[in-house]
């Protein structure tokens, strides 16, 4: 016997089988501990934005893309506020413009802000979206995502209660991972990437992996959304949105802000792709989750809500026997994640 087996054979003593009810029962409590949590911090969220000295408000992310959207409707700048202007969160010492994303996500909410029902369908997609990538991660990942779940309830809590684009981006890479091998999910990088920027990071994976047709796609996709969104907000803006960046501070919880080095988030994005494309070949998940960490953490605006991408770390479990049983039946075989085809139990 090797050590291997006795390990597995003294862990199996400490953690004998539960009986099918006890075992749903368990799984049951997991996922209510999962939302109990984030609804907790969303509500906590909500206390603080609520309070009369502060100048936040509930879902001002969703608020602030919402004015983005009526800026370019009206004709207005849209990295400069103008009488008229919807009135935008003002965060001194930390960013200066009224929009802290580039021009594509103004473009988007154009048509959003030109309908009385725009703004509140945002919101509601940002709930649907986040919660059934979460639920979906908790229920086919099963304990590694009910964890890592349980460990980003405030970024969660968070992401629901501002209502930003990230809270599409966890959906986004599991959806990376699943069809990893088409070639549209380089359309996903890219249209990622126009919003958020440091996306951009898992092209490295797609180098690494050799997956060519997956990078032509994003390139493609890249400059169709460049000329889109510019023709939709003016080619200047893109100018303008360059000028803005010198006048943003990292915040704390990015690495720029947590070493004082202004360069540091920005190193730690080359040096995810590089990696990422290094061990792509021969580590193909290590590849793919070090892409995700880079576009994740490789950013100097991260904020709490941000790092619910992380949850999709999980993706690879997806399919490999791991995911929570809620029925009383026999146990239905694991997976291969590659393959599909059944895995035969050990003798």
């Not at 370019?72 to 969160?89: E, F, K, M, S």
């Not at 690494?208 to 032509?216: C, D, M, N, Q, S």
């Not at 493609?220 to 969104?229: D, E, K, L, N, S």
Request: one cysteine or more; glycine letters at 10%.
């Amino acid at each position: 016997m090797t050590s291997t087996d006795r390990l597995r054979e003294t862990f199996a003593g400490w953690n004998p089988p539960v009986s099918p009810r006890i075992r749903v029962v368990l799984n049951v409590m997991l996922v209510g501990l999962v939302v109990a949590t984030a609804l907790l911090w969303v509500n906590a969220n909500f206390d603080v934005y609520n309070k009369p000295d502060n100048a936040m408000e509930p879902f001002i992310d969703a608020t602030t893309y919402l004015a983005a959207g009526e800026r370019l409707n009206a004709g207005h700048d849209l990295y400069r506020l103008q009488p008229g202007d919807r009135p935008v969160l003002e965060w001194p010492g930390l960013y200066s413009a009224p929009l802290l994303s580039p021009p594509p996500i103004a473009v988007l909410w154009r048509p959003l802000a030109a309908v009385g029902w725009g703004y509140v369908a945002w919101v509601a997609a940002t709930w649907v979206v986040l919660w059934a990538t979460i639920l979906f991660l908790v229920f086919r990942a099963g304990l590694w995502a009910v964890f890592l779940a349980a460990i980003l309830c405030h970024a969660i809590g968070e992401q629901l209660a501002v209502g930003n684009a990230n809270a599409f981006m966890p959906a986004v890479y599991v959806l990376l991972w699943r069809f990893r091998d088409r070639a549209w999910i380089g359309g996903l990088i890219a249209v990622a990437a126009s919003i958020k920027l440091a996306p951009i990071a898992m092209a490295g994976w797609l180098i690494g992996t050799r997956r060519w047709r997956a990078l032509a796609a994003t390139v493609v996709t890249g400059v169709v959304v460049f000329v889109v969104a510019g023709l939709g907000a003016g080619f200047h803006s893109y100018v303008e949105y360059l000028g803005t960046l010198g006048g943003n501070t990292p915040t704390p919880l990015s690495l720029s802000g947590q070493t004082d080095i202004p360069w540091a988030s920005y190193a730690l994005l080359a040096g995810g792709v590089l990696i990422a494309i290094a061990i792509g070949r021969r580590y193909p998940t290590a590849s793919w989750a070090i892409a995700l960490l880079a576009s994740v953490l490789g950013t100097p605006a991260l904020y709490a809500s941000g790092l619910v991408s992380l949850l999709a770390l999980t993706a690879p479990l997806v399919g490999t026997g791991r995911e929570l049983r809620f029925g009383l039946g026999r146990t239905a075989p694991a997976e291969d994640p590659a393959t599909g085809v059944a895995i035969a139990p050990a003798r």
